[in-house]
Nanobody, 122 residues
Framework: VQLQASGGGLVQAGDSLRLSCAASGRTFSTSDMGWFRQAPGKEREFVAAISWSGGSTDYADSVKGRSTISRDNAKNTVYLQMNSLKPEDTAVYYC????????????????WGQGTQVTVSS
């Protein structure tokens, strides 16, 4: 699976963004997907995950209630809708694919996209 993340940008606090992750390969529809982010000087952290069917999701506490992860298996794409953005959401956002169920562990995702920068100004 090859992943291409997009949709990042420079926004103001309170704005919304929708990140997209387009996948190539036949295994997308059977892959669990995750979004992670990495701020400067910090470790990469879990943001959200969705099961291959879309039936199960998980969110980090920091984004719960403000973000929605979804997927369209017909388009081989997973989305992360982020609302009420805060300056602390500033990071490079990565999408990842795995086969271990929805998990917060980076180690269980075998495929990663290149990342898209999200910058939130106050």
């Amino acid at each position: 699976v090859q992943l291409q993340a997009s949709g990042g940008g420079l926004v103001q606090a309170g704005d919304s963004l929708r990140l997209s992750c387009a996948a190539s390969g036949r295994t997308f529809s059977t892959s669990d997907m995750g979004w992670f982010r990495q701020a400067p000087g910090k470790e990469r952290e879990f943001v959200a995950a969705i099961s291959w069917s879309g039936g199960s999701t998980d969110y980090a506490d920091s984004v719960k209630g403000r973000s929605t992860i979804s997927r369209d298996n017909a388009k081989n794409t997973v989305y992360l809708q982020m609302n009420s953005l805060k300056p602390e959401d500033t990071a490079v956002y990565y999408c990842a694919a795995g086969r271990s169920g929805i998990t917060r562990s980076l180690l269980l995702y075998g495929y990663w996209g290149q990342g898209t920068q999200v910058t939130v100004s106050s």
